[in-house]
């Protein structure tokens, strides 16, 4: 990896992957390349949520919404599983998001096509999930709507398999692309996505992924974990889907279809100086299950010294920052837990 450019995740895949791009791209790009190497090599992160905030000249600071959503468009209610009832798997599974959070990010703020960025990625996954990552490359979102891929989608988590996705669902996820508005204190600035302190969200595991670029740009994302338990195995794609919806149940008010399923956002961009076209010099992010709690313990550590705590983080997490210096150079922070 170039002293210029900077990757970190706790998947070594996952860093190569959006290291190898940025000679060529720029931080977005690698970020974008390396969630879709962690799809690449396992078979759950395709099927769940992406969340990142970018920032960098021109890009100025901007956060991508890929929650999962929960499924049922344009069916009726079902009549819900009863308290002592059997839940089948297929009720657990979303409508995901990433497909359409990573088009966001390539479209809206890469240098280099979607396309592209999957080929680098699918040269990690086996023969039978290659094919459907090539296929978001060439169409985003858009690849899950094709009829050999929908069929099977529907086949695992639709109403026969007891489950509530619907060709609907997966026409009608769009990502949001928003501004964020950094927070100015006495040392440091600080970014967080607009949602970050959501109620709802899961003590779920997530997988993260921190870069910089030599230009300026720092980017941070999270994702479902790599090692997420599977609900349904979708062999003929290679891909399985992880446990992210909630499933209908009997004398409960059911969750609307199409809402966004909250999810830990445990991911922020820090600068110990003056903010010029939106140049941060951190990109944090926490892998685990702590998430906001370890999250907030370093920036509040950041604003109060200038600088990142060095001791190990809490819950069996990993706190990951990727730093930019002021004449572009990009370089490891630190690597906590």
Not at 74 to 81: D, K, L, N, Q, W
Not at 130 to 143: E, F, K, N, Y
Not at 258 to 265: D, F
Not at 323 to 334: D, E, H, K, N, P
Request: glycine share 10%; charged share 15%.
């Amino acid at each position: 990896m170039s002293a210029r450019t900077v990757a970190l995740s706790r998947d070594a895949r996952v860093a190569a992957a959006a290291a190898s791009v940025m000679p060529k791209g720029n931080a977005v790009d690698a970020l974008v390349a390396g969630v879709l190497a962690a799809a690449a090599v396992s078979p759950v992160v395709l099927m769940g949520h992406a969340q990142a905030i970018v920032a960098g000249p021109g890009i100025g600071i901007r956060a991508v919404d890929g929650r999962a959503r929960q499924p049922g468009l344009g069916v009726p209610r079902p009549r819900g599983f009863a308290p002592n009832e059997e839940i089948p798997d297929a009720a657990w599974v979303a409508t995901p998001g990433l497909p359409g959070a990573l088009a966001a990010l390539a479209a809206s703020f890469g240098t280099m096509t979607l396309s592209r960025l999957a080929s680098v990625a699918s040269e990690l996954a086996p023969a039978s999930r290659r094919d459907i990552l090539l296929r978001v490359g060439q169409a985003g979102p858009s690849a899950l709507c094709h009829p050999a891929i929908a069929e099977e989608l529907i086949i695992a988590a639709g109403r026969l398999a007891g489950g509530l996705l619907t060709p609907r669902d997966l026409s009608e996820v769009v990502p949001s692309v928003v501004a964020c508005i950094p927070d100015h204190g006495d040392r440091v600035a600080t970014a967080q996505v607009p949602w970050y302190d959501a109620s709802g969200a899961p003590d779920a595991s997530v997988d993260v992924l921190v870069v910089a670029d030599s230009r300026g740009a720092v980017a941070a994302a999270c994702f479902v974990s790599i090692d997420a338990d599977i609900a349904v195995d979708i062999a003929p794609l290679g891909i399985g889907a992880p446990r992210l919806a909630y499933p209908v149940r009997r004398g409960v008010t059911r969750t609307t279809p199409g809402v966004i399923l909250a999810a830990p956002s445990p991911i922020a961009l820090a600068a110990t100086g003056a903010l010029h076209e939106g140049s941060f010099d951190y990109a944090l992010a926490v892998e685990g299950r702590a998430g906001l709690t370890v999250l907030d313990a370093a920036l509040q550590a950041l604003r109060a010294t200038g600088e990142l705590p060095d001791e190990k983080a809490e819950g069996g997490s990993t706190l990951l920052a990727a730093m930019q210096s002021g004449r572009g150079v990009a370089s490891l922070l630190r690597r906590l837990g």
